[in-house]
T-cell receptor, first 116, second 115 residues
Framework: GAVVSQHPSWVICKSGTSVKIECRSL??????MFWYRQFPKQSLMLMATSNEGSKATYEQGVEKDKFLINHASLTLSTLTVTSAHPEDSSFYICSAFRTGGGTEAFFGQGTRLTVV | AQSVAQPEDQVNVAEGNPLTVKCTYS??????LFWYVQYPNRGLQFLLKYITGDNLVKGSYGFEAEFNKSQTSFHLKKPSALVSDSALYFCAVRALNTGFQKLVFGTGTRLLVSP
């Protein structure tokens, strides 16, 4: 199966700082990638759809200035949590569909963000 | 709008017994249906999918699922559970009305297999 790599796996940062999370498709191209947030013992909440070479599409209620998404190449999307606060602490997961084929999404291993 | 329901927060089964994890969906048009499994602090792993064709689909690790259009269900099954199957299971749907772009998840069902 296709591999999606997410980095870092976990990060601790201080309130007010920014954190960047990378999502890479290692063996396929992904025109579109997705960013999810998962709260403890809850389902995945879609935050935004990341489109290569264009602006991301954010879901209702997600602050685009808070969660900056950049999809500069067909294999890399980044999510930057700006001016992080403790309530941003969560598990963030990215996924991608293989461009030009395939029906199932492939997921990164997730990033555990803790803001102190 | 499309939605997925997983009515059970947790399913308990003894090792060696059959297991079923329930999923129902609501979409416009024909759905693409998926099951994923998540282990603690990890991303989701693809188990199986239904796109078209045979209603019974087989997937990874001995899991299978049956698509039932009249009942709008896609229950996950395994004939003989293993302790290592204990994890969080998500049912998901992609639908034509979103251009098949968005994957909508159920709330997840925790499977606990006891020795």
């Amino acid at each position: 199966g296709a591999v999606v790599s997410q980095h870092p796996s976990w990060v601790i940062c201080k309130s007010g700082t920014s954190v960047k999370i990378e999502c890479r498709s290692l063996d396929f191209q992904a025109t579109t990638m997705f960013w999810y947030r998962q709260f403890p013992k809850q389902s995945l909440m879609l935050m935004a759809t990341s489109n290569e070479g264009s602006k991301a599409t954010y879901e209702q209620g997600v602050e685009k200035d808070k969660f900056l998404i950049n999809h500069a190449s067909l294999t890399l999307s980044t999510l930057t949590v700006t001016s992080a606060h403790p309530e941003d602490s969560s598990f963030y997961i990215c996924s991608a569909f293989r461009t030009g084929g395939g029906t199932e999404a492939f997921f990164g291993q997730g990033t555990r963000l803790t803001v102190v | 709008a499309q939605s997925v329901a997983q009515p059970e927060d947790q399913v308990n089964v003894a090792e060696g017994n059959p297991l079923t994890v329930k999923c129902t969906y609501s979409v416009s048009g024909n759905p693409y249906l998926f099951w994923y499994v998540q282990y603690p602090n990890r991303g989701l792993q693809f188990l199986l999918k239904y796109i078209t064709g045979d209603n019974l689909v087989k997937g990874s690790y001995g899991f299978e699922a049956e698509f039932n259009k009249s009942q709008t269900s896609f229950h996950l099954k395994k004939p003989s559970a293993l302790v290592s199957d204990s994890a969080l299971y998500f049912c998901a749907v992609r639908a034509l009305n979103t251009g098949f772009q968005k994957l909508v998840f159920g709330t997840g069902t925790r499977l606990l297999v006891s020795p």
